[in-house]
């Protein structure tokens, strides 16, 4: 837990991004635990007719998200402005939403978590209880623009033991 004011050196903001069954709300949950930080799971702040369009296996267009991209960045902007650690779990699969979510301000650091599409693709097929169908996979990977080096992302594979991602995420945020 932590025990002091985040360090000008460590980001107050961690947005924890991939494509659907990529693993960023339990990496979110277990590196927000591990930094003493909230933790905020952007699905959570979709208005109910993204779920039902979601549900019935329809990608999101910009204009659907939007309102949605404008909540999420009102969460990260406060978080800023308050100086408090968190970590939002988010698919921002294009820069234009990171840029809105607060990329490129001051202590905001984007993790992102990528690997092969069979990996994602079963563990969407073995998921229970979620609005997000395995049928959006493909308008998901399609619709991902992977972060530039200017957008400084901490690249982690998803193959690799949730501890061990967070552990090397936690590792590559020590290194700046």
Same mark, same amino acid.
């Given at each position: 837990?932590?025990?002091?004011?985040?360090?000008?050196?460590?980001?107050?903001?961690?947005?924890?991004m991939?494509?659907?069954g990529?693993?960023?709300?339990?990496?979110?949950?277990?590196?927000?635990?591990?930094?003493?930080a909230?933790?905020?799971?952007?699905?959570?702040?979709h208005?109910?007719?993204?779920?039902?369009?979601?549900?019935?296996? *329809? =990608?999101?267009d910009?204009? #659907?998200?939007?309102?949605? &991209?404008?909540?999420?960045?009102?969460?990260? +902007?406060?978080? @800023?402005?308050?100086?408090?650690?968190?970590?939002?779990?988010?698919?921002?699969?294009?820069?234009?939403?990171?840029?809105?979510?607060g990329?490129?301000?001051?202590?905001?650091?984007?993790?992102?978590?990528?690997?092969?599409?069979?990996?994602?693709?079963?563990?969407?097929?073995?998921?229970?209880?979620?609005? *997000? =169908?395995?049928?959006?996979? #493909?308008?998901?990977?399609? &619709?991902?623009?992977?972060?530039t080096?200017? +957008?400084?992302? @901490?690249?982690?594979?998803?193959?690799?033991?949730?501890?061990?991602?967070?552990?090397?995420?936690?590792?590559?945020?020590?290194?700046?």
């Open positions: 837990m932590r025990t002091s004011s985040p360090s000008a050196t460590t980001p107050d903001v961690i947005i924890v991939g494509v659907a990529s693993g960023k709300t339990l990496i979110g949950r277990l590196l927000a635990r591990e930094r003493g909230e933790f905020v799971d952007a699905d959570d702040y208005p109910p007719e993204n779920v039902a369009l979601m549900r019935q296996g *329809m =990608p999101l910009d204009e #659907a998200r939007r309102p949605w &991209l404008d909540r999420l960045a009102a969460v990260v +902007e406060a978080a @800023i402005e308050e100086r408090r650690r968190l970590v939002l779990a988010c698919s921002a699969l294009r820069r234009g939403y990171r840029v809105r979510l990329m490129g301000k001051p202590g905001v650091r984007l993790v992102q978590l990528d690997g092969d599409e069979a990996i994602l693709r079963e563990r969407l097929e073995q998921r229970t209880g979620h609005f *997000m =169908p395995a049928s959006l996979l #493909a308008s998901q990977c399609a &619709l991902l623009e992977r972060p080096d200017d +957008e400084r992302p @901490i690249r982690v594979d998803i193959a690799l033991p949730p501890e061990i991602i967070v552990q090397r995420i936690i590792t590559a945020l020590r290194c700046g």
